[in-house]
């Protein structure tokens, strides 16, 4: 027996009071409920996440419904975070250039990543 994982995705439901809290829990896993500012957040299937919205929407206890963007955003970030050179290191590299008697201006930014 293998364990397999449901891809799910959160929604924010603002509601109008939380006494329908029962209504909600028969659409997916409640994470979070603000009692002072009357809004669930909720765990759904990411397939039945249009169908859901809907049925959440036609609710008369519903206010308004969003639905997360993290499935969306991709959180892979190492190709992003480079080797930043250091005020100090450009500092240095200017030094070093001043010295050797280059006095060539430079075309990109001292503190671009590598």
Avoid: C
């Avoid at 759904?44 to 049925?55: G, L, M, N, T």
């Avoid at 200017?94 to 990543?113: A, R, S, T």
Wanted: glycine letters at 4%; charged letters at 35%.
């Amino acid at each position: 027996m293998e364990l397999t994982l449901n891809e799910r995705q959160g929604m924010i439901v603002w509601v109008y009071s939380l006494r329908h809290l029962k209504t909600l829990k028969r659409f997916g896993l409640i994470h979070y409920v603000s009692k002072k500012m009357k809004y669930v957040v909720i765990y759904i299937d990411r397939d039945d996440v249009e169908v859901a919205e809907k049925k959440l929407n036609g609710l008369h206890f519903v206010r308004k419904v969003e639905v997360s963007y993290r499935p969306l955003i991709n959180m892979n970030f190492s190709e992003r975070i480079g080797h930043r050179k250091t005020r100090k290191e450009v500092e240095e590299i200017e030094e070093i250039n001043m010295i050797e008697g280059k006095n060539e201006l430079l075309l990109k930014d001292p503190l671009e990543v590598v």
